[in-house]
T-cell receptor, first 111, second 113 residues
Framework: GQQLNQSPQSMFIQEGEDVSMNCTSSSIFNTWLWYKQDPGEGPVLLIALYKAGELTSNGRLTAQFGITRKDSFLNISASIPSDVGIYFCAGLTSGTYKYIFGTGTRLKVLA | DTGVSQNPRHKITKRGQNVTFRCDPISEHNRLYWYRQTLGQGPEFLTYFQNEAQLEKSRLLSDRFSAERPKGSFSTLEIQRTEQGDSAMYLC???????????FGEGSRLTVL
């Protein structure tokens, strides 16, 4: 099935560092969602974005809706060990309610 | 607990058997989704319902798969004559009619031996 491209695929960072990841598509989206998934669990919604250029924060997380509407970005500031997990983006195009998910960014934090 | 509920959480079955998963969405959500996730991949769309109507199905959903949402509340996903390639996590989600935010359940992990 169709999936969005996420970058990087995985990353190791030191505790306290900031993290950036992105999600890109060849299609224009009108909604972006960001999720975190722990092993064996369902994805948990972190942030929702609805307008091009929108910047939204949730605690140490900040996400942006790219102005081209073909990408989105997630930043995590001052990472902590519980940030470990897989982060997924999901996008929605107009005319459908079918969300397409990214391939995921696996985050590992070194204490 | 008012979140999305799925059961069973784990199912081990032999090839050729039929399995059924159930999903109870968040009560005020009118859209319900089924996704499949294999190891190392993101969730892949299978189908979604708006109330009791099944509005879209993926080509991934072969003839052996059927989903229902008879009264617009809970949904079932049945897989007939299971194959080893059906082994995956089956995720259910429901969405808020106003924001479109998608909320997932804990998933049902299927292992076909």
């Amino acid at each position: 099935g169709q999936q969005l491209n996420q970058s990087p695929q995985s990353m190791f960072i030191q505790e306290g560092e900031d993290v950036s990841m992105n999600c890109t598509s060849s299609s224009i989206f009108n909604t972006w969602l960001w999720y975190k998934q722990d092993p064996g669990e369902g994805p948990v919604l972190l942030i929702a974005l609805y307008k091009a250029g929108e910047l939204t924060s949730n605690g140490r997380l900040t996400a942006q809706f790219g102005i081209t509407r073909k990408d989105s970005f997630l930043n995590i500031s001052a990472s902590i060990p519980s940030d470990v997990g897989i982060y997924f983006c999901a996008g929605l195009t107009s005319g459908t309610y079918k969300y397409i998910f990214g391939t995921g960014t696996r985050l590992k934090v070194l204490a | 607990d008012t979140g999305v509920s799925q059961n069973p959480r784990h199912k081990i079955t032999k090839r050729g058997q039929n399995v059924t998963f159930r999903c109870d969405p968040i009560s005020e959500h009118n859209r319900l989704y089924w996704y499949r996730q294999t190891l190392g991949q993101g969730p892949e769309f299978l189908t979604y319902f708006q109330n009791e109507a099944q509005l879209e199905k993926s080509r991934l959903l072969s003839d052996r798969f059927s989903a229902e949402r008879p009264k617009g509340s809970f949904s079932t996903l049945e897989i007939q004559r299971t194959e080893q390639g059906d082994s995956a996590m089956y995720l259910c989600a429901s969405s808020d009619r106003n924001t479109g935010e998608l909320f997932f359940g804990e998933g049902s992990r299927l292992t076909v031996l």
